[in-house]
Nanobody, 129 residues
Framework: QVQLVEYGGGVAQAGGSLRLSCTFSGRGFSRHRMGWFRQAPGKEREFVAAISWAGVVTYYEDSVKGRCTITRDNAANTVYLLIDSLGPEDTAVYYC??????????????????????WGQGTQVTVSS
């Protein structure tokens, strides 16, 4: 059974940076593509970033491109999301997700929450101005 736990949320200053981490418990982390999503109050869950099994390919939502970096450490069963230049629009609950599918790493699938098999409980990020 796969379990995901997110860490690193909290209150951050606008313009600052925050690094979120997500630990994967279970087998075969390196065979799962990983993603980060976020959900702001009153809004739907939205895609933020995704990373392929070996960490070679990454995708980002347009509004965070250039400000976010997703990485993974397969030896540590952990995926990270670094967010720079934080703004109020980044305030949300951030979720880590894992997909065990062996299919190719395609952006059109990676951005869809329904294509992920496992989810963490989320970590709150609040950006103060």
């Amino acid at each position: 059974q796969v379990q995901l736990v997110e860490y690193g949320g909290g209150v951050a200053q606008a313009g600052g940076s925050l690094r979120l981490s997500c630990t994967f418990s279970g087998r075969g982390f390196s065979r799962h593509r990983m993603g980060w999503f976020r959900q702001a109050p009153g809004k739907e869950r939205e895609f933020v970033a995704a990373i392929s099994w070996a960490g070679v390919v990454t995708y980002y939502e347009d509004s965070v491109k250039g400000r976010c970096t997703i990485t993974r450490d397969n030896a540590a069963n952990t995926v990270y999301l670094l967010i720079d230049s934080l703004g109020p629009e980044d305030t949300a609950v951030y979720y880590c997700a894992a997909d065990r599918s062996p299919a190719t790493f395609d952006r059109s699938l990676a951005i869809l929450p329904t294509t992920y098999d496992y989810w963490g409980q989320g970590t709150q990020v609040t950006v103060s101005s």
